[in-house]
T-cell receptor, first 115, second 118 residues
Framework: DAKTTQPPSMDCAEGRAANLPCNHS???????VYWYRQIHSQGPQYIIH???NNETNEMASLIITEDRKSSTLILPHATLRDTAVYYC????????????????FGKGTKLSVIP | SAVISQKPSRDICQRGTSLTIQCQVD?????MFWYRQQPGQSLTLIAT?????????ESGFVIDKFPISRPNLTFSTLTVSNMSPEDSSIYLC???????????????FGPGTRLTVL
């Protein structure tokens, strides 16, 4: 699976949009971009995923560049409860056994939402 | 998605003992996974729990240290054997649910078990 690069930390004012970048310049055609977050010592929470089109759900929007080498997770109106470590993960979507479903977690971005 | 519970939520154990962690899901799932998160670190996959067969372990993890059972499509256990302080971590299970009759591609995680070994 392709590696990802994320800034180690970011701050965002409460009520503003939080834009979390992720670089995945070696991504291949079958690989999806997944975003999870982990609020202090809890299990990771799935946020959103996409292949090449932009995606939106009730939690966030995912913007993937046309060349798919980077993406941005957008939390439209950040709240204090959004303070967490956000993980961008690239995973091969073609199934070839259990190993294809492994999620490789990097260090993520620690987002601090400030009142 | 799926509702996942883990027992115990936390425990403090003595060196040399073993602890079995349970993972229960509210619906049938295709795959179940066990991860470890050491203090201040990211998550590392320990193994994939296969129903009806032996678990598939990642490099650096062995069955004697982390035996896994998966008796059915909604339940799995991970045992941490002969514990040492280096085993102090959060242990997490994750699942790949079915969507109708089809496998989904999104993993969902349990709340974790925080283990401290003295």
């Amino acid at each position: 699976d392709a590696k990802t690069t994320q800034p180690p930390s970011m701050d965002c004012a409460e009520g503003r949009a939080a834009n979390l970048p992720c670089n995945h310049s070696t991504i291949s055609g079958n690989e999806y971009v997944y975003w999870y977050r982990q609020i202090h010592s809890q299990g990771p929470q799935y946020i959103i995923h996409g292949l090449k089109n932009n995606e939106t759900n009730e939690m966030a929007s995912l913007i993937i560049t046309e060349d798919r080498k980077s993406s941005t997770l957008i939390l439209p109106h950040a709240t204090l409860r959004d303070t967490a470590v956000y993980y961008c993960i690239v995973r091969d979507g073609s199934y070839s056994g259990a190993g294809s479903y492994q999620l490789t977690f990097g260090k993520g971005t620690k987002l601090s939402v400030i009142p | 998605s799926a509702v996942i519970s883990q027992k115990p939520s936390r425990d403090i154990c003595q060196r040399g003992t073993s602890l079995t962690i349970q993972c229960q899901v509210d619906s049938q799932v295709t795959m179940m996974f066990w991860y470890r998160q050491q203090p201040g670190q990211s998550l590392t996959l320990i193994a994939t729990a296969n129903q009806g067969s032996e678990a598939t372990y990642e490099s650096g993890f062995v069955i004697d240290k982390f035996p896994i059972s998966r008796p059915n499509l909604t339940f799995s256990t991970l045992t941490v054997s002969n514990m040492s302080p280096e085993d102090s971590s959060i242990y997490l299970c994750s699942v790949l649910p079915y969507s109708g009759e089809f496998r989904t591609d999104t993993q969902y995680f349990g709340p974790g078990t925080r283990l401290t070994v003295l």
